[in-house]
């Protein structure tokens, strides 16, 4: 039954077989290799297929073998070869069932099994090596052409195969050599393309088992040249085969061997018409095309200048020896920058063609250029520099030619010459002069460089078939830019500050023409807004040698270099010459000691052990002062004595005193006198000429003989009195504090303390000390101590203390009475400088009488407390007036508790009262804030100088700071803010003003928290 149903299968898949066109054309079984050969036809497209053969015998399966993805090409003929093993031997049935797709192709065939295999024995197979192999390749030719022009090639093909086998051919060959295309305007070089070479068809080859065939294929080839070709075979099966054949020689039969010039000497080409040397190398008669092109190579390929086009008819090699054909191409449109240019000619004939190039140089050889005789020095900007220019050219034909030589500058300047070149053979080279060329110096650079363009042109006659030969040449001139005026020596070197002085200088010219000069000096940055000088301007006819005088004054002392300038009306450079200078004061101050030991303090020194005198405060001194002078009888100086505290404030102690030195040598007094301690520098300055300078420092210190404070809580009875002195052996005072006297013996370096009873309080205490011991020719000094108590919700109990000195003094049993006001240490910390003192140098007996402005007034009473005690009175008040209003609204809210309104006008009322009282402690508590503090960048400034400083704040201080010059004239202070507490100051010194101290004030309090000294000097 399987059986009928196999039959059935088969005759299904014929009938399908039918339609689709695909054929089993036969099947065919090797007993001795046991391979199955299927025969298939396809006439159709590709199928790809699952292909399945089984052998029944007894309707049982022996043998089954499948194959799957199996292409069948189309328009094929198919061998499929598949090895079956069958086990039994009989008669089979062989059934093939080809699946594509939704398709079944079906074949049955019997066939009769005569041997049969275990598949437990080893079955013997052939070595087999190449399947197909190529033996050879020969080409077919006509024996009466020296070349090869092939139409077919023959491939030798060997089947090793024990079965027949259908081959297919292919060829590829490929040119090894220059293949060249025109394209517009150039001749390309590029891959040779597949199309080269021409085959007519691919044959597809019967071939018995263990035999060979030879196989033509036939070809055309369209270009001349050596060829690689490349054959491959391929079965039925997939087994294939491939060889290589190199230099395979194609020619063309039009041959061109040479391209000359109609003058030309070894490829020198001297005119513009050309011969093409041509042969026809084939023994028949053809007709040839020949373009010619003109070129210039560019890389691999070549750009088309010029080109003609030759059609001619070429007798056979048997009738003619050759052709030589003229042609005239445009050699004068060649680019004249390029030394050599390409004839090039692709030559065609019939369906073959091929190339020839040759390359030609030009006649002239611009080699290179060179300028001489210019000047190595220029003076002036609109100087013409002129130069000569020499051409070097070479003509390389074996002849004399003539040639128009030019040269353009760099203004755009052509220069041109008629010149007869002499032939290599006679020399190397020809030199052409080009003289009397100029440029302008004010196209040099600043370091007096310049580089030169030229262009070169070489043309060579007869016109009508010339070349044009260019060359840019780029060449660089360096000249040195030279001051038409120097300095050829200077005289002098030393000058004294604050007097104008000559300092002579000898110029000397060194060009032929008149000059115009402007002489001046110039400094470093650090002595600029201290020196002056002359300036001069010269008419300089003579080339002799010239003296110049010229001003100058330095205002301080110097000791360095200055630089004179000689600026020459349109000259290059300017001569600058540097000179030291040593710029001295006038005047020298040998020594300096205080005479008036009757009014000196005896202080000595911890660690030397010696004693010094020094001043007491209060208290005018003698100063003597020993001068010298480098000039002799030097009049009109002015010498005055300041002093220089630790934090480097400047304090006047003295007057000016104006003196005349005659001779060398003089000695002076000066008086000096100091309102407050002071431990610093003594220093001496002198006014010579119009310059202020410090000539002498001395260490000074000031003090009392005693240091004593009180310590006092208004809160207390009891008053704390503390003193100490620094001499080195102990001393006995009688202190007096209000009214009580007492006894104290005061150790050196340590501080006594000693109680007094004053009462509760007290605003004002005044304390007496009076020295027992002989250190001091002062022996009584008194102090009033000011206090004042205030009470704040954030400040508890802050005491401010302010002290109204004033010292009783008894010298030469007369007494002056001196009110001072002097500022908190810690004011005195932060400023740099203090209100002068009230000096007064007169010796009669007579009590000093201040006349106190309002300002002034108003400054006591806010050092004294007076203003804080007013403001207390006030404060009291009103709390005694809400007191009262208190009282009555609560009468009023007694009688008329449900009236709401009443009651909120009465809580209006009192928040009012509540923020008035609360804005009075705020301007109590804004005024106990410290007072700015001002750094001052400089400390001596000249009238129109600008002062600047530095202002450190708790609170905004814009208005309320202002310069108070020596004429009681205020002046607003600019003030910049650069973060939250910090100020810079700038103020303008107006030039209408006096010279001396200039103090700034801070307006709350009228303090003066720092200043500055002015000078009459103007800069």
Known sequence: MRFKFIVL???????????????????????????????????????????????????????????????????????????????????????????SNNTIYTFLKKINITYAYDSRVPIYKEMITKNIEIEGLYFEKDPAYPWPFYDFIYVIVKNNDIIPHYVNISLTSSLNGNYYTVDNDKIIKSNPPNSLVIKSWTPSVY????????????????????????????????HSDKEVYNKISIECPLYIYNVTCEEEYNNFAYSNWFDIEVNNTADYDIYGTL????????????????????????????????????????????????????????????????????????PITINNLEVKNYPKNYYFVDENIFYDVYINITNNLNKYI???????????????????????????????????????????????????????????????????????????????????????????????????????????KVVGKTVYARLYITVPDEINNSAFFEEKYLKIRTMEEIPVNIKAMFLKEYNGPIYIHVDTNMGVRECV??????????????????????????????????????????????????????????????????????????????????????GNHKKINLEILFNDSLEGYLIIYAKTGKATIPIYYKPIMVTYPIKFELKYNSSNSWADLILSHNYQVPLKVVATVNRYSKEITIYPYKETIVPFYVGENRSNISVTIELLDNISSIKKFKKTFYFNKLKMNRYNNISNSLINTTINTKYNENTTNNSLINITKSTRKTSNSTLPPNIELNSNNTTKIHNISKEKLELFYNLTGLNTLKKSLFTLKGLLYLVVIGIVILLIVLLMNKHLEISSIILYVLYKI?????????????????????????????????????????????????????????????????????????????????????????????????????????K
């Open 207 to 238: 071939i018995p088992p263990k035999s060979q065939k030879i196989i033509p294929i036939k070809v055309n080839f369209y270009y001349a040249g050596d060829y690689k070709i490349s054959i491959n075979v391929i079965d039925d099966e997939g």
């Open 291 to 362: 373009y010619v092109f003109l070129c210039k190579k560019e890389g691999n390929n070549y750009i088309i200048i010029d080109n003609k086009t030759i059609n001619s008819y070429f007798l056979a090699k048997g009738f003619c020896e050759g052709y030589s054909i003229p042609i005239k191409l445009n050699t004068s449109v060649l680019n004249p920058y390029d030394k050599d240019f390409v004839i090039f000619v692709i030559y065609k004939t019939g369906t073959i063609c091929n190339s020839y190039q040759k390359t030609f140089k030009k």
């Open 402 to 508: 003539n040639a128009n030589i030019s040269i353009t500058d760099i203004y755009n300047r052509t220069y041109s010459k008629e010149v007869k070149l002499t032939p290599k053979k006679y020399k190397n080279y020809n030199i052409i002069k080009f003289d009397g060329l100029k440029i302008n110096a004010k196209d040099l650079s600043h370091d007096g460089k310049i580089k030169l363009k030229f262009t070169i042109t070489a043309i060579t006659p007869p016109y009508e078939k010339y070349y044009i030969i260019k060359r840019n040449e780029t060449t660089e001139l360096s000249l040195i830019p030279t001051p038409p005026v120097y300095i050829q020596d200077s005289l002098n070197d030393e000058i004294f500050v604050g007097y104008y002085q000559n300092l002579s200088f000898i110029l000397k």
């Open 9 to 99: 299968l088969m005759f299904i898949g014929l009938v399908v077989f039918t339609v689709n066109g695909l054929e089993i054309k036969d099947v065919e079984y090797y007993d001795n290799s046991q391979y199955l050969i299927i025969t298939i036809n396809n006439p159709n497209n590709n199928i790809n297929a699952n292909i399945s053969i089984v052998g029944y015998i007894n309707n049982k399966i022996d043998t089954k073998v499948e194959m799957y993805n199996y292409t069948i090409p189309k328009n094929s003929l198919l061998f499929i070869r598949k090895k079956l093993v069958f086990k039994e031997k009989g008669e089979h049935n062989i059934s093939i069932i080809i699946k």
């Open 914 to 1018: 509540r923020f008035t009282h609360k804005k009075s402690k705020k301007e109590i508590c804004e005024e106990l804030l410290n007072p700015p503090k001002v750094y001052m960048s400089n400390i001596v400034y000249s009238l129109g100088d600008t002062a600047r400083m530095e202002i450190l704040s708790e609170v905004d201080v814009s208005n309320r700071l202002y310069v108070l010059s020596p004429t009681n004239k205020k002046y607003k202070i600019e003030l910049i803010k650069v973060e939250r507490n910090k100020y810079v100051g700038l103020f303008k010194i107006p030039e209408d003003e006096i010279p001396g101290q200039y103090f700034i004030i801070y307006d709350p309090k009228n303090l003066s928290i720092a200043g500055f000294l002015v000078i009459d000097i103007k």
């Open 577 to 662: 010459v540097t000179r030291i200078i040593e710029a001295k004061p006038i005047i020298s101050c040998e020594d300096v000691y205080f005479n008036n030991y009757t009014v000196f303090i005896k202080i000595r020194n911890r660690t030397q052990g010696f004693v010094m005198n020094q001043p007491i405060v209060g208290y005018p001194t003698n100063v003597t002062i020993s001068l010298e002078s480098y000039v002799p009888n030097l009049k009109d100086i002015e010498i005055w004595a300041s002093a220089m505290d630790e934090n480097g404030r400047l304090i006047n102690c003295s007057k000016k005193k104006k003196i005349n030195i005659y």
